[in-house]
């Protein structure tokens, strides 16, 4: 007789893969494809939409030292365009079909050199600091707050919330002018501003990777150190509330031991909402990171848009926003779908 062929047995990774690559993936997609569409749209309108323009702004400018001749009136409005660029709907293909090449036009006040070039000097440094800040203060804050909230009421949780909270208030800049009055001004440990030394090549070499990051300190533990307390209170109350879950409580009643029944069962489960926070808190410590780059003064986006805003560099402006918007997209994206593979009930299989 032969033998009945069995199904391969479905794990639960295997689930969420299918669910990634199926029906709920094609729904996500289209949902932040339209999404980064909108972000587009509104980053081309808005600047249309202001009083002025970037020729407007430079011949200002260029009034203030002299007349201008309507030669050169004409030369500035054909490089930055302005009152006669055409119609609305022509500068939109125009602009959808300079964002594919990767043309934002010329930057004002980097002129001239193309705004895309002058976003991307800016755009490592950022990502890279903001990125790796905010990966350490939500791990640390959500093993510290589901620390806390196993013991609620304990010496653990007594010090760490209260704490927290005093932290959470304290808005992003204060933080960073007090490292910077402390370490940088007070004790000398560490550099006051910039992304590097003045005197170091940059390259991947030993030299400016360490000069790089001894600048990156001070940012970066400002960041930690503002986001972190909001993860660990979030973290702290979601474990709290269920570690009286039935689940939980059988899985204590079967002597599994405290590591265990705390990551596999009262951590999982508590640390879905903070997934879905972090996604959605991405574009608040973007925009904090952004003053901490100011008081810095770190070579990043938030230094390249205080700059723009100075020189009322339009074009400039307009391509930090739209790459600020798409990278918010993109990670709330990566944060969904980790949702996905955490949560079983999210796994739409059909």
């Given at each position: 007789?032969?033998?009945?062929?069995?199904?391969?047995?479905?794990?639960?990774?295997?689930?969420?893969?299918?669910?990634?690559?199926?029906?709920?993936?094609?729904?996500?997609?289209?949902?932040?494809?339209?999404a980064?569409?909108?972000?587009?749209?509104?980053?081309?309108?808005?600047?249309?939409?202001?009083?002025?323009?970037?020729?407007?702004?430079?011949?200002?400018?260029?009034?203030?030292?002299?007349p201008?001749?309507?030669?050169?009136?004409?030369?500035?409005?054909?490089?930055?365009?302005?009152?006669?660029?055409?119609?609305?709907?022509?500068?939109?293909?125009?602009?959808?079909?300079?964002?594919?090449?990767?043309?934002?036009?010329?930057?004002?006040?980097?002129?001239?050199?193309?705004?895309?070039?002058?976003?991307?000097?800016?755009f490592?440094?950022?990502?890279?600091?903001?990125?790796?800040?905010?990966?350490?203060?939500?791990?640390?804050g959500?093993?510290?707050?589901?620390?806390?909230?196993?013991?609620p009421?304990?010496?653990?949780?007594s010090?760490?919330?209260?704490?927290?909270?005093?932290?959470?208030?304290?808005?992003?800049?204060?933080?960073?002018?007090?490292?910077?009055?402390?370490?940088?001004?007070?004790?000398?440990?560490?550099?006051?501003?910039?992304?590097?030394?003045?005197?170091?090549?940059?390259?991947?070499?030993?030299?400016?990777?360490?000069?790089?990051?001894?600048?990156?300190?001070l940012?970066?533990?400002?960041?930690?150190?503002?986001?972190?307390?909001?993860?660990?209170i979030?973290m702290?109350?979601?474990?709290?509330?269920?570690?009286?879950?039935?689940?939980?409580?059988?899985?204590r009643?079967?002597?599994?031991?405290?590591?265990?029944?705390i990551?596999?069962?009262?951590a999982?489960?508590?640390?879905l909402?903070?997934?879905?926070?972090?996604?959605?808190?991405?574009?608040m410590?973007?925009?904090g990171?952004?003053?901490?780059?100011?008081?810095?003064?770190?070579?990043?986006l938030?230094?390249?848009?205080?700059?723009?805003?100075?020189?009322?560099?339009?074009?400039?402006?307009?391509?930090?926003f739209?790459?600020i918007?798409?990278?918010?997209?993109?990670?709330n994206?990566?944060?969904?779908?980790?949702?996905?593979?955490?949560?079983?009930?999210?796994?739409?299989?059909?």
């Open positions: 007789m032969a033998a009945r062929a069995t199904a391969p047995a479905r794990t639960p990774v295997s689930g969420a893969l299918r669910a990634l690559t199926g029906s709920v993936a094609a729904k996500r997609i289209a949902f932040y494809l339209v980064g569409w909108a972000a587009i749209t509104l980053n081309f309108l808005l600047p249309r939409l202001m009083p002025g323009d970037p020729a407007s702004a430079i011949l200002l400018k260029m009034t203030e030292l002299g201008v001749s309507p030669q050169r009136e004409a030369v500035v409005h054909r490089l930055f365009g302005g009152a006669n660029s055409g119609p609305l709907w022509d500068q939109y293909v125009s602009y959808l079909g300079g964002l594919f090449r990767g043309d934002f036009g010329l930057s004002i006040a980097f002129y001239p050199t193309p705004v895309t070039d002058v976003v991307i000097s800016g490592w440094w950022t990502v890279i600091l903001v990125g790796s800040a905010t990966v350490i203060a939500f791990v640390v959500t093993v510290l707050g589901a620390i806390a909230g196993w013991r009421g304990q010496r653990f949780d010090i760490a919330s209260p704490l927290s909270i005093f932290v959470h208030s304290v808005p992003y800049f204060w933080i960073a002018l007090i490292l910077a009055f402390v370490f940088a001004f007070q004790w000398g440990w560490l550099p006051l501003a910039g992304g590097a030394g003045r005197n170091v090549e940059p390259g991947f070499t030993a030299a400016f990777i360490g000069s790089a990051l001894e600048h990156a300190v940012p970066a533990a400002t960041i930690v150190l503002t986001s972190i307390s909001g993860w660990l979030h702290r109350n979601m474990t709290a509330s269920v570690i009286n879950e039935d689940y939980v409580l059988l899985a009643a079967k002597g599994l031991p405290n590591s265990r029944v990551s596999g069962y009262a999982r489960n508590a640390i909402p903070s997934i879905s926070g972090f996604a959605v808190s991405i574009g410590v973007v925009g990171s952004l003053l901490t780059e100011l008081v810095f003064n770190y070579p990043g938030g230094s390249l848009l205080n700059q723009a805003i100075l020189n009322l560099d339009y074009p400039l402006m307009q391509g930090l739209l790459v918007s798409l990278t918010v997209l993109a990670i994206f990566i944060a969904d779908s980790i949702y996905v593979l955490l949560d079983p009930r999210t796994r739409e299989v059909s």
